[in-house]
């Protein structure tokens, strides 16, 4: 489905998907999740990003050769970080795949594709899914699940109580030696959240909140990598109560960063 001269969304499927190649077949799901078992649908986005790496003129030209029944190997990355994307898979369990690059193998992916006059009449048409509520107690993927620690006593991942309270211990012995007058404290900070090429231009007054903060302290030679994500509620209401974590978090950072 062409949208502009540089953006273009395509349903993949597997080679022996036998669909309609129209936009009803954006409720068949012809994918099966290798997570929950149960089956989903894949959508493509080539765009900005697609023209980005490949040069505008080449990119422009690489979409104007995408059609329907091609067999095609593509690289990209799943779209988590669009709201579009994600009522998308709440919605219709359609995962998003913004493409970087995307290679043609085959112009007609497999002769056991059939075109809709020739769609058998038995065919049962899948029925739309329902509507999926949010459920905030789901599994999400967490900073621990991709990080390794390779030596505790130098990295801390810091994304429950117990790793504050090992941060905490760790900074009232910084404090000490500054209050006592031993030596200056040296502390690094850095923080991650998402890049705002990233940001679509109807999202960029919206809130994008930091989603790994990482202390280092020197003197001590430990550096402490924050997933807040994890931690924090994103963007809690100024008028909202903090639940007993954040609250914590938050005496912990102010006692840094004002000392």
Known sequence: RKMASRLVFCDLAPI???GSGTKLDAYELPWRSAVDGEDMAVQLIAGKTFCRNLGDKAGTEALRKLKVGQLVMV????NVGNRKSLGNWLKKRSLDIVVFDICILE???SSTRISPQN???SRIKKPRPPVKQWDP???YLKLSDVFQVI???TVQLVDSFGGLECFERSLREVSFSVEEGLKPALVGVDCEWKPLFM???SDVAE???VLLLQISLFDLGKNYLFDLQTLLRACLDSSSSMNEIETYASKLFERLFVS
Not at 75 to 78: A, D
């Open 16 to 18: 022996d998907f036998k």
């Open 75 to 78: 690289e990209g990355k799943t």
């Open 107 to 109: 112009e007609k992916a």
């Open 119 to 121: 769609q058998p009449s």
């Open 137 to 139: 107690n789901l599994d």
């Open 151 to 153: 030596d505790d006593t």
């Open 199 to 201: 940001v679509e231009k």
């Open 207 to 209: 809130c994008h909140p």
